[in-house]
């Protein structure tokens, strides 16, 4: 698979300004959200630290909680099933819309069902997939996978999703008023809602002790979804099982409260039983998430609850979108999930990032999120997955660095630093540096060379 | 080996040392009054609020607050509606419904929450198909917070669960907040203390 | 009291007047400062990119020139970042485990070692905006960080408090990265002078006439950045102006 190459694809984000600048702009608005309802709550680092502890427990006896998880869901009447990866999980679900002759399946947000490419797998069975999270929908009509994990078309400006409505459910391509857009949306999935004979939710949290199924939305989407269909499928990914109901209130806390700064999402719905003459079926999926467990400086990126929050704080992220990844998940926190998934074709990612290390300060369940961006780069160069020429450059730079004669006669013989700085630094994308950057002055002597005429005592 | 034994095995093998679970405490020493704190919660996620007069005839405040209501239905006593909830046997006939009634079980001051789970619900779609809800609450039904609310019986014996707070909304355009995005376009909640058992 | 001075490669190339007032700053508090003549780098570039076979040598021959100093002092918080923190890439002796602990960012050395009560040769009659760098923000934990929510401190505004004349002034973002960040600066271009456009951009808005940084790398970016946008702003370490630089 072709390396992504994050560079390029951010440098057409930043060419489309207007979208640039709303984009870090309504980010950098939920960061500031979120540390204004962080303040009015004064035990938020306990809570950080509770959450990060009880996700660390939860993954460090894993299958017995998945064990009782199970368990407690089959007495509470939920089928459950366990895919091994997508294909495995895109499987299961087919078969079970199969089964029950369904033509149309509405469904809530998911990541992991966009993880696993489920909506393609089920149109080539010929079953209509909508999706139903306002964002997740415009996404869905352009052809786009989400590029923010909790706001998936926050690249988009009004202007952008008349073109996708007008095109798609024809609406006015004059009007782009957000409301007159939405009401349009709302309009356009009310019958799906009415008439689908399925509906799919992820699952934000999934407890061990009640086999209850959690889901978090704004717009009320999943409620609609698992509350109309007389069949509700849940697709999990088997880290999202937590203990306890009282472990459950430390993450409903703090999830919507560092995702949009808002206290709690709209609708926090449990799912614990199906209703009578329903059905509801759970599948934990896999796909890479035990393997990934068993990575020692990696394990702990399956705490994360998908609160977005270190999309929203990344500065790197906020100008170059989501969809410069490459990737289903985007950010930070892609960054640490992609190579497990693909190692080479993600292997430029890690570099995306300024180790700024702001994004593991606002995670909820204090991953070292710039810690494992560090620790997949020495992966990357471990399995050769750096670019030749960078590469060479490092090669060249160590040997010139590790010999301090050598280092003299470079900067001497050359006899300036920006000639020495295109050597050490430039060594790709030449002249990278002065595309939009003046080049430092040169200024007459190293202080290697004053220190000699200043202050070295002769030997 | 089937999916799910490779899956428990593999998980197994990979499990990290063991660390311990920790006592969640209640984080309730100094609670904000519960009232207040639940009203600007509440108003804060774009839900309403309504304190009638103790003697108010709720089927006429409901007439003052949704004058163009045609379909009416409740699933608590005190409002009659003219949509029985009994009638329904899919719950997409919910469908053409102006307002749904309800009651709330308790609420939750931190976040302005409130909890209806089946029981409260009747047919659960009503508190989405609707275009209104109206939600009664009695003031003594509040607690505190979301430890509290996590240790109530409800979630251990409710089939669906739901805590809700405000209306349907969405920021996905643009960041414009819109109530009404799929679910109910607003949510009024009613004081109204329990009709003596 | 005896320290080695550690002139990091950017440092000694592109801002010896950096060197010169690190260097002279701490003879004005009456230290012996040394600067071994064989130091290069302290492997910082090549571990940030992964490459820790490469930065092996370079770690070595830096532990070589500083393992027999009490202090290591530099003006550079991103390398005091990685001796500290990630200087790994070879076996962790004595000598390593002492640099690693020994090795100080100068305003951490002027404040936490040697407590500085005042700079009385210090005068910056100037609106400043103080840039952070990650490294000495996150890294070094320098200041208290917006996403923490944690009581106000500042090493940097410490010390540049009691210079005379003085003004400061906040950007709406303090704590946002520049976009430097190594050879991202290079990899990531488009993002880094984006990133850098926004940041002197910040700066200016809020009436800065000068940025002041611990970090010479950060400063080398945005000054690149502030010109090419024709901004009148003036990039200074915060070495010049504790060792009295008036403009």
């Given at each position: 698979?072709?390396?992504?190459?994050?560079?390029?694809?951010?440098?057409?984000?930043?060419?489309?300004?207007?979208?640039?600048?709303?984009?870090?702009?309504?980010?950098?608005?939920?960061?500031?959200?979120?540390?204004?309802?962080?303040?009015?709550?004064?035990?938020?680092?306990?809570?950080?630290?509770?959450?990060?502890?009880?996700?660390?427990?939860?993954?460090?006896?894993?299958?017995?909680?998945?064990?009782?998880?199970?368990?407690?869901?089959?007495?509470?009447?939920?089928?459950?099933?366990?895919?091994?990866?997508?294909?495995?999980?895109?499987?299961?679900?087919?078969?079970?819309?199969?089964?029950?002759?369904?033509?149309?399946?509405?469904?809530?947000?998911?990541?992991?069902?966009?993880?696993?490419?489920?909506?393609?797998?089920?149109?080539?069975?010929?079953?209509?997939?909508?999706?139903?999270?306002?964002?997740?929908?415009?996404?869905?009509?352009?052809?786009?996978?989400?590029?923010?994990?909790v706001v998936p078309a926050v690249h988009k400006l009004r202007g952008d999703v008349a073109e996708v409505f007008a095109?798609?459910?024809?609406?006015?391509?004059?009007?782009?008023?957000?409301?007159?857009?939405?009401?349009?949306?709302?309009?356009?999935?009310?019958?799906?809602?009415?008439?689908?004979?399925?509906?799919?939710?992820?699952?934000?949290?999934?407890?061990?002790?009640?086999?209850?199924?959690?889901?978090?939305?704004?717009?009320?989407?999943?409620?609609?979804?698992?509350?109309?269909?007389?069949?509700?499928?849940?697709?999990?990914?088997?880290?999202?099982?937590?203990?306890?109901?009282?472990?459950?209130?430390?993450?409903?806390?703090?999830?919507?409260?560092?995702?949009?700064?808002?206290?709690?999402?709209?609708?926090?719905?449990?799912?614990?039983?199906?209703?009578?003459?329903?059905?509801?079926?759970?599948?934990?999926?896999?796909?890479?998430?035990?393997?990934?467990?068993?990575?020692?400086?990696?394990?702990?990126?399956?705490?994360?609850?998908?609160?977005?929050?270190?999309?929203?704080?990344?500065?790197?992220?906020?100008?170059?979108?989501?969809?410069?990844?490459?990737?289903?998940?985007?950010?930070?926190?892609?960054?640490?999930?992609?190579?497990?998934?693909?190692?080479?074709?993600?292997?430029?990612?890690?570099?995306?990032?300024?180790?700024?290390?702001?994004?593991?300060?606002?995670?909820?369940?204090?991953?070292?999120?710039?810690?494992?961006?560090?620790?997949?780069?020495?992966?990357?160069s471990e399995h050769d997955q750096l670019p030749f020429a960078k590469k060479t450059a490092m090669k060249i730079a160590?040997?010139?660095?590790?010999?301090?004669?050598?280092?003299?006669?470079?900067?001497?013989?050359?006899?300036?630093?920006?000639?020495?700085?295109?050597?050490?630094?430039?060594?790709?994308?030449?002249?990278?540096?002065?595309?939009?950057?003046?080049?430092?002055?040169?200024?007459?002597?190293?202080?290697?060379?004053?220190?000699?005429?200043?202050?070295?005592?002769p030997k | 080996m089937n999916a799910r034994d490779t899956i428990l095995d593999t998980v197994r093998r990979n499990q990290?040392?063991?660390?311990?679970?920790?006592?969640?405490?209640?984080?309730?020493?100094?609670?904000?009054?519960?009232?207040?704190?639940?009203?600007?919660?509440?108003?804060?996620?774009?839900?309403?609020?309504?304190?009638?007069?103790?003697?108010?005839?709720?089927?006429?405040?409901?007439?003052?607050?949704?004058?163009?209501?045609?379909?009416?239905?409740?699933?608590?006593?005190?409002?009659?509606?003219?949509?029985?909830?009994?009638?329904?046997?899919?719950?997409?006939?919910?469908?053409?419904?102006?307002?749904?009634?309800?009651?709330?079980?308790?609420?939750?001051?931190?976040?302005?929450?409130?909890?209806?789970?089946?029981?409260?619900?009747?047919?659960?779609?009503?508190?989405?198909?609707?275009?209104?809800?109206?939600?009664?609450?009695?003031?003594?039904?509040?607690?505190?917070?979301?430890?509290?609310?996590?240790?109530?019986?409800?979630?251990?014996?409710?089939?669906?669960?739901?805590?809700?707070?405000?209306?349907?909304?969405?920021?996905?355009?643009?960041?414009?907040?819109?109530?009404?995005?799929?679910?109910?376009?607003?949510?009024?909640?009613?004081?109204?203390?329990?009709?003596?058992? | 009291?005896?320290?080695?001075?550690?002139?990091?490669?950017?440092?000694?190339?592109?801002?010896?007047?950096?060197?010169?007032?690190?260097?002279?700053?701490?003879?004005?508090?009456?230290?012996?400062?040394?600067?071994?003549?064989?130091?290069?780098?302290?492997?910082?570039?090549?571990?940030?990119?992964?490459?820790?076979?490469?930065?092996?040598?370079?770690?070595?021959?830096?532990?070589?020139?500083?393992?027999?100093?009490?202090?290591?002092?530099?003006?550079?918080?991103?390398?005091?970042?990685?001796?500290?923190?990630?200087?790994?890439?070879?076996?962790?002796?004595?000598?390593?485990?002492?640099?690693?602990?020994?090795?100080?960012?100068?305003?951490?050395?002027?404040?936490?070692?040697?407590?500085?009560?005042?700079?009385?040769?210090?005068?910056?009659?100037?609106?400043?905006?103080?840039?952070?760098?990650?490294?000495?923000?996150?890294?070094?934990?320098?200041?208290?960080?917006?996403?923490?929510?944690?009581?106000?401190?500042?090493?940097?505004?410490?010390?540049?408090?009691?210079?005379?004349?003085?003004?400061?002034?906040?950007?709406?973002?303090?704590?946002?990265?520049?976009?430097?960040?190594?050879?991202?600066?290079?990899?990531?271009?488009?993002?880094?002078?984006?990133?850098?456009?926004?940041?002197?951009?910040?700066?200016?808005?809020?009436?800065?006439?000068?940025?002041?940084?611990?970090?010479?790398?950060?400063?080398?970016?945005?000054?690149?950045?502030?010109?090419?946008?024709?901004?009148?702003?003036?990039?200074?370490?915060?070495?010049?102006?504790?060792?009295?630089?008036?403009?």
């Amino acid at each position: 698979m072709k390396r992504i190459d994050h560079a390029e694809a951010a440098s057409h984000f930043i060419a489309a300004k207007d979208n640039e600048a709303f984009h870090d702009k309504r980010l950098w608005d939920l960061r500031q959200k979120r540390d204004r309802i962080r303040d009015e709550i004064p035990e938020w680092q306990a809570l950080r630290d509770l959450a990060s502890v009880i996700k660390e427990h939860a993954l460090s006896h894993l299958a017995g909680y998945l064990e009782q998880f199970e368990t407690q869901a089959k007495l509470n009447g939920a089928q459950v099933h366990w895919a091994l990866d997508a294909a495995d999980h895109n499987h299961i679900v087919g078969e079970i819309l199969a089964a029950r002759g369904v033509k149309t399946l509405v469904k809530s947000k998911s990541m992991l069902t966009d993880e696993c490419e489920l909506r393609p797998h089920l149109e080539r069975r010929g079953i209509t997939v909508v999706e139903t999270d306002l964002g997740e929908r415009i996404q869905q009509l352009d052809d786009e996978p989400p590029s923010h994990i909790v706001v998936p078309a926050v690249h988009k400006l009004r202007g952008d999703v008349a073109e996708v409505f007008a095109d798609t459910i024809g609406t006015d391509r004059k009007n782009d008023d957000p409301h007159y857009l939405s009401e349009q949306a709302r309009l356009n999935l009310r019958p799906y809602f009415l008439d689908a004979e399925a509906g799919m939710t992820g699952a934000n949290f999934i407890v061990a002790e009640t086999g209850s199924v959690v889901v978090c939305t704004n717009e009320g989407n999943a409620d609609l979804s698992a509350n109309l269909p007389p069949l509700h499928i849940v697709s999990v990914g088997i880290e999202k099982v937590i203990p306890r109901l009282a472990d459950l209130a430390v993450f409903i806390r703090m999830l919507s409260r560092s995702a949009l700064g808002s206290p709690i999402t709209q609708y926090t719905s449990h799912f614990r039983q199906p209703r009578p003459g329903s059905e509801m079926h759970i599948i934990l999926v896999d796909n890479g998430r035990s393997e990934r467990l068993g990575l020692a400086d990696f394990w702990t990126s399956l705490k994360c609850i998908r609160c977005g929050a270190c999309m929203n704080t990344c500065p790197v992220y906020r100008r170059s979108g989501g969809l410069s990844y490459g990737a289903i998940y985007s950010g930070p926190i892609g960054i640490i999930l992609n190579p497990t998934q693909d190692l080479r074709k993600y292997s430029n990612l890690p570099y995306a990032s300024t180790l700024n290390g702001s994004c593991t300060n606002v995670c909820p369940v204090k991953i070292n999120i710039h810690e494992q961006i560090y620790k997949w780069r020495r992966v990357m160069s471990e399995h050769d997955q750096l670019p030749f020429a960078k590469k060479t450059a490092m090669k060249i730079a160590s040997r010139l660095l590790s010999d301090p004669k050598a280092y003299r006669r470079t900067i001497a013989a050359t006899d300036a630093a920006l000639e020495y700085l295109p050597r050490f630094l430039l060594y790709t994308r030449f002249n990278a540096w002065g595309k939009q950057r003046e080049n430092p002055a040169t200024p007459d002597q190293t202080f290697y060379g004053w220190y000699l005429k200043h202050r070295s005592k002769p030997k | 080996m089937n999916a799910r034994d490779t899956i428990l095995d593999t998980v197994r093998r990979n499990q990290p040392a063991a660390v311990e679970l920790p006592v969640v405490p209640m984080f309730d020493a100094d609670l904000p009054a519960l009232w207040p704190q639940f009203i600007a919660g509440l108003e804060r996620m774009g839900g309403k609020f309504v304190e009638p007069a103790p003697s108010a005839d709720l089927n006429a405040l409901l007439a003052t607050l949704f004058p163009q209501a045609a379909v009416i239905c409740s699933a608590t006593p005190e409002v009659s509606g003219n949509r029985p909830l009994s009638a329904v046997s899919e719950p997409k006939q919910l469908d053409d419904v102006d307002v749904g009634v309800l009651r709330a079980a308790f609420a939750v001051a931190e976040t302005g929450s409130l909890f209806l789970s089946e029981i409260e619900l009747g047919v659960n779609a009503i508190a989405y198909l609707s275009q209104h809800l109206i939600c009664l609450l009695d003031p003594a039904d509040v607690i505190g917070n979301l430890h509290h609310a996590y240790a109530r019986p409800e979630f251990r014996s409710a089939r669906y669960a739901v805590l809700m707070t405000g209306p349907s909304a969405t920021a996905d355009i643009e960041g414009v907040l819109i109530h009404g995005a799929q679910g109910v376009r607003s949510l009024t909640v009613v004081v109204a203390p329990r009709l003596p058992n | 009291m005896k320290v080695a001075l550690f002139v990091p490669c950017f440092v000694d190339a592109f801002f010896p007047e950096v060197g010169i007032a690190t260097l002279e700053l701490l003879e004005r508090f009456g230290i012996d400062v040394e600067y071994p003549l064989t130091q290069t780098c302290c492997g910082q570039p090549l571990a940030n990119s992964g490459c820790q076979v490469e930065a092996a040598p370079v770690e070595a021959l830096f532990v070589k020139n500083f393992a027999d100093y009490p202090y290591i002092v530099t003006p550079s918080g991103s390398c005091t970042h990685h001796v500290r923190h990630y200087l790994d890439a070879i076996p962790q002796t004595d000598a390593v485990r002492h640099v690693r602990t020994h090795t100080f960012e100068l305003v951490e050395f002027l404040h936490d070692i040697l407590e500085v009560e005042a700079f009385p040769w210090a005068e910056f009659p100037h609106k400043v905006g103080l840039h952070n760098s990650c490294g000495t923000l996150r890294g070094l934990r320098h200041a208290s960080m917006s996403e923490l929510g944690e009581p106000f401190f500042s090493k940097p505004l410490a010390l540049l408090g009691k210079v005379k004349g003085i003004e400061f002034v906040t950007p709406q973002r303090p704590d946002e990265c520049c976009g430097f960040g190594g050879t991202f600066s290079l990899f990531e271009e488009p993002v880094s002078a984006k990133m850098g456009h926004d940041k002197v951009s910040d700066h200016k808005a809020a009436g800065a006439d000068y940025i002041v940084s611990a970090d010479s790398s950060c400063l080398m970016h945005q000054k690149g950045c502030a010109e090419r946008l024709g901004l009148d702003l003036k990039f200074v370490h915060i070495a010049q102006i504790l060792n009295g630089a008036r403009a």
